[in-house]
């Protein structure tokens, strides 16, 4: 029964959730945010958000971790914060010997609600609907909720041969 740490990667804002995963049966056992303050230099940010996260996977131990990819904003300077937050989250996980699995966000919509293009509130209710009595700790921590079940999904259908 593997223990999942989906993570939605921000520079500001760092969602996660941890799932545990029984073949085909999803249970919730935690999630939250991690944050860095928008007043200190990238650096210390990137630096902060790489404790926090050694500090979680030290806390809860996951066997797998999944990561939602970088979709690109109209802002350039807000699509390069995301990918370098992105990437410490992908080192830090790494470096803990832990697989991650990276998936688009349109996959992960499909996986949790049935279609690519679904609203965010909609992926929000179907994720409080599959890990029911969860207190979701908001919208980033519920996104990276859908990643963790994403991957659950991916990896039990690896197991039964399916592509």
């Known amino acids: 029964m593997p223990r999942i740490l989906g993570l939605d990667p921000g520079l ?34 990137l630096s902060h958000l790489a404790s926090q996260l050694e500090a979680l996977l030290a ?6 971790a999944a990561v939602e990819e970088v979709f690109v904003n109209k802002n350039p300077q807000s699509t390069l914060k995301l990918g370098q937050a992105r990437g410490v989250v992908l080192m830090v996980a790494a470096r803990a010997g832990i697989e991650v699995g990276e998936y688009a966000a349109r996959l992960v919509k499909k996986a949790v609600v049935g279609t690519g293009n679904a609203e965010k ?18 919208p980033d921590a519920a996104d990276a909720l859908a990643v963790a079940i994403t991957h659950a999904h991916h990896l039990a259908s690896s197991r039964r041969g399916v592509a």
């Open 12 to 45: 500001g804002t760092t969602g996660w959730g941890l799932i545990q995963a029984d073949g085909n049966r999803l249970s919730h056992v935690a999630n939250g945010q991690l944050k860095t303050n928008a007043s200190e230099s990238l650096p210390k940010r």
């Open 59 to 64: 806390d809860h131990a996951p066997e797998a």
């Open 121 to 138: 509130a909609q992926v929000h209710a179907m994720v409080q609907r599959l890990l029911p009595g969860a207190q979701i700790a908001g």
